[in-house]
C-alpha cells in the first residue's frame, strides 16, 4: 500500500516508462497521441516528484498546474487505473500492487470536488 510521497513518485514513473514502451511497441511512439500522453505523465511524475522531494522535479517548470490540467493529469491516472483493474489478474500480487497504486495516485491527484463521473456545469 502506499503511504508516501515518494510511492506516489515511483508509481508515476513506473507508469510514464509503461506507457512510453507500450506507445513503442505499438509502432505509435513519435505519434501524436503518444507526445501528449507522455506531457500528461510527464506532468504527473513531476507533481509526484516535487511531493517526494526529488531535485531534478523541483527545478523544472511549472511548479503548479491550474484546474484544467489537473483534472487532465487525474482523468488520466482514473482510466488507467480503470484499465488495470479490468485487465490485470488481481489474484496475482504484483498487479494487486499496482492497482492499488494507480488508484492511490488518482486519489491524491483529483482536485477536491471533481469526479470522473460527472461534468462540470458551465
Keep these: 500500500m502506499i503511504s508516501n510521497p515518494a510511492q506516489l513518485f515511483a508509481t508515476a514513473r513506473d507508469e510514464r516508462a509503461r506507457r512510453k514502451a507500450a506507445w513503442t511497441a505499438a509502432g505509435q511512439g513519435l505519434s501524436d497521441r503518444a507526445a501528449w500522453d507522455d506531457v500528461i505523465w510527464s506532468n ?3 507533481r509526484a516528484g516535487i511531493a517526494a522531494g526529488d531535485p531534478v522535479s523541483r527545478q523544472r517548470q511549472p511548479q503548479c498546474w491550474y484546474p484544467p490540467a ?4 487525474a482523468r488520466s491516472a482514473w482510466a488507467t487505473a480503470v484499465k488495470a483493474e479490468t485487465s490485470l489478474d488481481a489474484t496475482d ?3 494487486a500492487a499496482k492497482i492499488t497504486a494507480l488508484w492511490t495516485l488518482f486519489r491524491w491527484l483529483k482536485p477536491a470536488g471533481w469526479s470522473p463521473y460527472f461534468e462540470a456545469k458551465a
Design 44 to 46: 504527473i511524475e513531476q
Design 70 to 73: 489537473m483534472i487532465l493529469m
Design 93 to 95: 500480487p504484483a498487479n
